[in-house]
C-alpha cells in the first residue's frame, strides 16, 4: 500500500507537470468519482444476489423450500468464510 501510494504520488507529480493544475483536478476528480460509482454498482449487485431469492419468493415466484436451502447454504458458506478469515 504505501509502495502504491509513492508510484501515485510520483506519476501525480509528473502529470501535473505535463498539464495544468485545473486539468489535473478534473481528471483526479473524474476518476474517484468513477471509481465511488463503481463501488455503488458492486455494493447494489451483491445486496440484490443475496437477497434475489426473497424477492423472488415474495413475487410468487419461487418456491419457499427452495429459498430458505438457497439462504442456508448462504449462511453456511459465510460462516465458513469468517471463520477462516478470523
Known amino acids: 500500500m504505501i509502495a502504491t ?4 504520488n510520483w506519476l501525480g507529480e509528473r502529470a ?12 483526479f ?8 460509482l463503481r463501488l455503488i454498482w458492486v455494493a447494489i449487485a451483491e445486496w440484490y444476489e443475496r437477497r434475489k431469492p426473497l424477492l423472488l419468493r ?7 423450500a427452495l429459498v430458505d436451502r ?3 447454504t448462504h449462511k453456511l458458506a459465510n ?3 469468517s471463520s477462516a478469515a478470523g
Not at 501510494?5 to 501515485?8: N, P, S, T
Not at 507537470?17 to 481528471?27: F, K, P, S, T, W
Not at 415474495?58 to 419457499?64: Q, R, S, T, V
Request: proline share 0%.
Open 5 to 8: 501510494g509513492a508510484v501515485g
Open 58 to 64: 415474495n413475487a410468487g415466484l419461487l418456491d419457499d
Open 16 to 27: 501535473l507537470d505535463r498539464m495544468g493544475e485545473q486539468a489535473l483536478r478534473l481528471v
Open 70 to 72: 438457497n439462504l442456508a
Open 29 to 36: 476528480r473524474t476518476i474517484l468519482t468513477l471509481l465511488g
Open 79 to 81: 460462516s465458513s468464510a
